[in-house]
C-alpha cells in the first residue's frame, strides 16, 4: 500500500459549530494521521484559486463567497491510500445520501453546507497542500 498526503479542509459551517475535534476523531480512527494543521480565513482572491476549475460553474460565485465567510481549518492528513481513505470517511457530497459514521452523515447541514472538503486524487493534493502551506509546516 501507499503512503499519501491529502488535504482535508473542515469549512466554515463546522468550526462555526466547534466541531474541528469531532472530525479529528473520526479522521484519526480512520486511520490517518494530522501532519499539519491550522485555523485560517482564507482571502478571496486564494478561494478563487483554490476553486478555480469551478469557474464556469453557477455555484462558483457562492462557493467563494461561502469559503471566505469565517475561518476554515485545513490540513495535511497523511496514511495508507490517504486520499481514498479520507473520501470515504467523509462520505457523499450529499448528507442525505452519506453512510452512517462518516463525517458529513454526522455533522453537514446539507449539500452546500457539508462541513469538509477533501482532495479527489494525489495530484490535486500536492497542488491544494502547496497553496495552503509551507513545507516547513509540514511535520510528519
Known amino acids: 500500500m501507499a503512503i499519501e498526503r491529502t488535504l482535508s479542509i473542515i469549512k466554515p459551517d463546522a468550526t462555526a459549530r466547534n466541531l474541528t475535534g469531532a472530525i479529528n476523531v473520526l479522521i484519526e480512527r480512520a486511520g490517518l494521521r494530522i501532519v499539519a494543521q491550522k485555523r485560517v480565513r482564507w482571502s478571496k482572491p486564494l478561494a478563487e484559486k483554490f476553486y478555480e476549475v469551478h469557474k464556469a460553474r453557477p455555484f462558483y460565485g ?16 497523511e496514511g ?7 473520501r470515504d470517511v467523509m462520505g457523499a457530497t450529499d448528507p442525505a445520501k452519506a453512510a452512517a459514521g462518516t463525517i458529513r452523515k454526522a455533522f453537514a447541514e446539507n449539500i452546500e453546507r457539508n462541513s469538509v472538503h477533501g482532495s479527489d486524487s494525489v495530484e490535486n493534493a500536492a497542488t491544494e497542500i502547496a497553496l495552503n502551506f509551507r513545507p516547513d509546516e509540514i511535520v510528519g
Open 62 to 77: 457562492d462557493l467563494v463567497a461561502f469559503m471566505t465567510s469565517g475561518p476554515i481549518v485545513v490540513q495535511v492528513l
Open 80 to 86: 495508507e491510500n490517504a486520499v481514498k481513505a479520507y
